[in-house]
């Protein structure tokens, strides 16, 4: 049975699932050293901020197969590290976007209306009705950094509370935003003209301290700014000076650049900062969301089938897993044949989609014809997370390409591999749903489905050769489950394809390529 390692507290929902198929250790609060220790053991580990999984600990552990973020952020995974391993890692893109977006908002209202001090005011026995006088955020301007999940429903919100919306996104278009009814302007502009401005863009090296002293003095003295997105984002340092300066009015912060967090200038400010401590996706709701999420995804790795959110898969999300699903067994099955028909070492691979596949996201396909063409030489150490980078590593060069006026089939796949021995290439489609037929090999008509064991010949179609080869198949004790001839003309080149029901015994391609006729063979194990 499967073990899953849980590092974090998650709720009891996702626990459930991940006991139907593994044997489930939850120890959270692990120190670094104590988890590369122990993880060794574990196929799958289950986390959320909490846990940092470093290179280290991805490097010691040598069973998994699945990191599972019960949350949005991954910043505090290695993902390139654990891609390179072949690790999934998984998140739950949505489960929480609610939960961290009415955080953000509670956080608006709290920051205006000095909740968080009037109330211990108030429970320390005061009643003082002048300190707290607040500001309304009606007709004021919320700057939204972040038009994500997160920043759309704020958006939503505020709108309805009659805020004007400013929002600095460069990967979403001026429709989305007139769409959500914010109007998107540079990060200068909204800087200047917000008076709450409110952070949901992911920690990467370009938002690393996105706000510091220069930006902070871009604001207005009036402003006030919510950070419920991640810690390091804002400099700390540089936002409590500024808060100290008057330079702007106040800050309310649910991360923070170390957590849990330390000592830090930032407790000392009195009613013009609310800290939490990461509360963001701290909802029954979001954590019931979030557990079952990334539990249903571990549990189907472990059984062998692919992630719904994988975030080191390239472009395999769940709407394009769900269409494609049977076009990338082909692809692998394609890759892998067109990998052994080649032989030596493969330079290039061509991926033409065809037919109505060609409109169509090529990237999934594109790595599964990897995953298959790197098979032979990696086994199960390949898969959809490494196939590209293993790719790379080999100096294989990936050719895509599209047909869409190839109408044979409604879709189908070519492949053409060209390495130190030559250049092969194998066409399939699916027939029904889901069953794979070859339609081509090496520019030569066939229609058969692959099975285990194949053998393929490059021969003249002249009469006797089938006789012939079948005859010497027969005297080694092969049998024949089915076999077909391709060709374009009469008594021209031909490809003959045979299905044998066991692997062909050594020695006897060189047998083969002896019958006169016959030019080349090929025995493939699919
Ligand atoms: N405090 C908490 O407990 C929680 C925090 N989060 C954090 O909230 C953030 C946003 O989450 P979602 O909205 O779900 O993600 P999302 O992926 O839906 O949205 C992020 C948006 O940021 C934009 N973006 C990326 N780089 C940018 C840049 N340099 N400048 C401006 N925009 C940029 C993207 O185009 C995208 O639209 C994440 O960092 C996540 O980790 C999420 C859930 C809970
Ligand atoms: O989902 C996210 O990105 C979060 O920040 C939530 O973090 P948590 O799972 O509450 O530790």
């Known amino acids: 049975m499967s073990k899953v390692l849980v590092s974090d507290p998650i709720d009891q929902a996702g626990i459930d699932i991940l006991s139907q198929v593994a044997t489930v250790d939850i120890k959270t609060g692990l120190k670094p050293a104590e988890l590369i220790e122990i993880i060794g053991d574990y196929d799958a580990l ?19 197969k699945i990191i599972g973020r019960a949350g949005v952020g991954v910043d505090n995974v290695d993902v390139p590290a654990a891609t390179r391993k072949g690790i999934v890692v998984v998140n739950s893109p949505e489960g929480n976007t609610i939960a ?23 429970k320390s026995g005061e009643w003082d009705r002048k300190t707290f006088v607040g500001a309304e955020v009606y007709k004021k301007t919320l700057g ?36 959500i009814g914010c109007q998107l302007v540079e990060l200068d502009l909204l800087f200047q003209q917000a008076d709450y401005i409110t952070l949901h ?13 220069a930006t902070l003095a871009k604001m207005k003295p009036t402003a006030r700014i919510i950070n419920c997105a991640r810690g390091g984002i804002i400099d700390e340092a540089a936002l409590a000076a500024a808060i100290k300066e008057g330079k702007i009015a106040g800050a309310a912060l649910d991360v923070f650049e170390s957590e849990p967090l330390g000592e830090s200038e930032l407790r ?62 082909l692809a692998e099955t394609l890759g892998n044949l067109v990998g052994q028909l080649a032989g030596g070492r493969v330079e290039t691979l061509t991926v033409r989609l065809q037919g109505e596949l060609a409109t169509n996201k090529s990237q999934p396909l594109v790595v599964a014809s990897l995953k298959g063409l790197l098979y032979q030489a990696l086994r199960e150490r390949v898969n959809y997370v490494n196939a590209n980078i293993e790719a790379k590593e080999r100096g294989i060069r990936v050719i895509e390409t599209r047909d869409a006026s190839v109408r044979d089939y409604a879709g189908s796949l070519r492949l053409e591999a060209t390495g130190t021995l030559g250049t092969h290439s194998v ?34 179609d002249m009469p006797g050769i089938i006789g012939k080869l079948g005859s010497l198949l027969g005297s080694f004790n092969v049998n024949i489950a089915s076999m077909q001839v391709g060709r ?39």
């Not at 961290?100 to 108030?122: F, G, K, T, Y």
């Open 46 to 64: 289950m986390i959320r901020s909490g846990t940092r999984v470093t290179e280290e600990i991805i490097e010691a552990g040598t069973q998994l």
């Open 100 to 122: 961290a977006a009415e955080h953000a908002l509670a956080m608006m209202l709290a920051l205006s209306r000095h909740i968080p001090d009037a109330n211990v005011s108030v």
């Open 144 to 179: 939204i950094v972040g038009l994500g999940k997160i920043g759309s429903h704020v958006a939503s919100v505020a709108k309805a509370m009659g805020m004007k919306l400013l929002a600095y996104d460069p990967f979403i278009s001026n429709e989305r935003a007139e769409q």
């Open 201 to 213: 863009i992911p920690k990467t090296p370009e938002t690393t301290h996105l706000i510091n002293a």
């Open 268 to 329: 000392s400010l009195g009613k013009d900062i609310i800290l939490t401590p990461h509360l963001g996706a701290s909802t029954t709701e979001a954590q019931v969301n979030v557990a079952i999420d990334v539990a249903e995804q571990i549990r189907d790795v472990l059984l062998g089938l692919p992630a719904r959110s994988a975030v080191n898969i390239p472009g395999l999300g769940p709407d394009v897993l769900e269409e494609l699903k049977p076009y990338m067994q």
């Open 427 to 460: 066409t399939g489609a699916l027939l029904g749903e889901k069953e794979i037929h070859l339609t081509d090999v090496d520019g030569f008509p066939i229609n058969v489905p692959p099975s285990k064991h194949m053998l393929f010949t490059l021969h003249r």
């Open 488 to 526: 374009k003309i009469v008594r021209g080149d031909a490809v003959m394809a045979l299905s044998i029901d066991d692997p062909l015994p050594d020695g006897i391609l060189a047998e083969i390529t002896k019958v006169p006729g016959i030019r080349d063979a090929y025995t493939v194990t699919l």
